[in-house]
Structure formats: structure tokens, C-alpha cells
């Protein structure tokens, strides 16, 4: 049952029978990842208790501040899982969320009468907060969304368009590397500087951006690797939180996750560099702070470890 900061901490301070149930720092492995929920946390307005003192998975109201000033309540579990899919700064805030959706008006029939009456406040309540409602899509701010009087138009929705694989994958054996018309352009400077260093040191082949995979991959039986080491058969990865926290934390971990089980299922391993505090996923993942000479080194240290020192260095410059 979800319970306020304060009346949690006293029921684990009994639970425990100590004054200090968790340790500061206890969970800073958990919430390291997380340097937006860091930022916005204040131990003042929690009963003095600290973002490492709650696990991840406790069920208890937290006071946040986003970036703009709105203050608000969740639990540890919904501020972590807001990410999702889009990638704007608002969606760590549930006020800002739903001032950043789009007002569309609506295409209204030659009978709709010119005034709308003013309909009475609408509030969206979730149980712990109580914010102005968001309208609904395709009414306009200040008017009630219905159907009741509206006649039906053909078009009015949109025909649900099938998820398909994309045509233009090469028919090529699962497991081989070749480059592809449908992968995003390289859009880091980071990924050119780390393939800049391999090339000065190795004469692999660099002009591969896919592996062919077994199984579809969302809508392609292929995945695109930052760097793709065909003589090795190892994908490189550069991960980072981005500008804005979002890249790789939350439910986007478990979509790394997936695209790293599918390399590895073609013979592939996968070797990601993550940057930000972001955990390991694999055996071989490396944990620094960002690329310099000494990352390159521990990245070519562990390719010896994968394909043997002899067969890696054969490539060398």
C-alpha cells in the first residue's frame, strides 16, 4: 500500500527496530543511472530522508521538482518508468507532460453552433495529486469532448497501419555484417571520435553498419551497432544518458537488453562502453567516464579477451 515518506519510514524503523532503517547510500547503485530523479530530489521536503535511503521498488510518496519549478508526488517506481519512448525533457514531469501536448482543433460540422458553453473545471485525478486536465485530443481548450451530436464522417479514424518488416533488408545469411540503406546516420561525435582511434590502430573493416540477424529485431530482421567488427564478429556500443537523461535508463535498458540477445544469438558479442554512471549489462560492458587514450586501451584489452591477443593484433597498424 502506497503510504507517505513519513509514516513509511516509521513503519520501517519499527519493522527493523533501528532509527536508521537504510543506510545513506545504501541504494546509490540503483539511482545513479537516474541523474535527472538525482536533481530533482530534495531530502528537505521528504522528511529529511535521502534518495539513496529508498529502494527502488518501495511503495512511497516522494515530493519532486522538475527542471521548471512544478512540484509534485510519485512513487519511486513511476518516476523511473516515465522515459518510455519520447525523448523531451517533460516526460520527467506529469504537469509538464500534459503541457506539452498538442491542442488540435477540430474540423466541426456547418451546424455547430458558434458559442460553446462553458463547461464546468475538469481535474484529473490520480489519487495523490490533483492537476488541470488536458483535453482531449482533437477539442479545443475549454470545451467538452462528445460525440453525442457530431455526425460520423468517413475518415474520421485513421486506418491502423500493420507493422512490417522493412523490404529493403539484403537477403544475406544471419550473422553476417553489411551495410544498410535503413540505418540512422552516425549522429555523435562521441562514436566518430572512437571510430577514428580504431581505425588509427587497426585495419578492420569499417564500413558495415548491420548485422543480419535471426529474428526480427521491432520492424527489421537486422540491428545497427555504433561500430560493427566484422573480422571479429563484436558490436560496439556507446551509450550515454543524453542531454536530457533519457537515453538508456529505465525501460530503454531492456530494450538494449533485447538487442544485445539477439546479436549474440548470430555468433556476435556485443561490448558496450557506458558512460554516466550507467550499469553494465554484459560481461564485457565498460564502465568509464567518457572515451580518452585509457578508454581505448581498455576497449582493445577486451577484444584480446574475446578473439585471443594474437588473432586481434594480426589487424594492428
Sequence with gaps: MVEPVDAWWRRRQWSRGVPVPYAVGEFR?????????????????????????????????????????????????????????????????????????????????????????????????????TLPAAPARGVPAGAVASNRNRPRRTGDRRPSVPRTICPKTPRVPSGDAFTSVCAPATASAVEADLRAALIERFDFTFDRNAIKLDRPFFDHVEAWPDIVLPELRVAIEYDSTGRHGLEHVGPRQETDRRKDRAVRAVGWEVVRIRTGRLPALGPYDLQVSGISKRTVEQLVDTLRDLRGSLFVDAYAR
Aim: glycine share 4%; proline share 13%.
Design 29 to 129: 547503485a540503483a539511482w545513479e543511472s537516474y541523474p535527472v530523479l538525482v536533481r530533482q530530489y530534495h531530502p528537505e521536503w521528504n522528511h529529511g530522508v535521502v534518495l539513496t535511503q529508498v529502494p527502488p521498488a518501495a511503495e512511497v510518496l516522494l515530493t519532486w521538482e522538475c527542471d521548471v519549478g512544478h512540484v509534485f508526488v510519485a512513487t519511486p517506481a513511476e518516476q523511473r518508468g516515465r522515459p518510455g519512448r519520447e525523448r523531451r525533457r517533460s516526460v520527467w514531469c506529469p504537469e509538464c507532460a500534459v503541457q506539452a501536448q498538442p491542442q488540435r482543433w477540430p474540423v466541426l460540422p456547418d451546424d455547430w453552433p458558434d458559442a460553446v458553453p462553458a463547461p464546468q473545471r475538469v481535474v484529473r485525478a490520480t489519487g495523490r495529486q
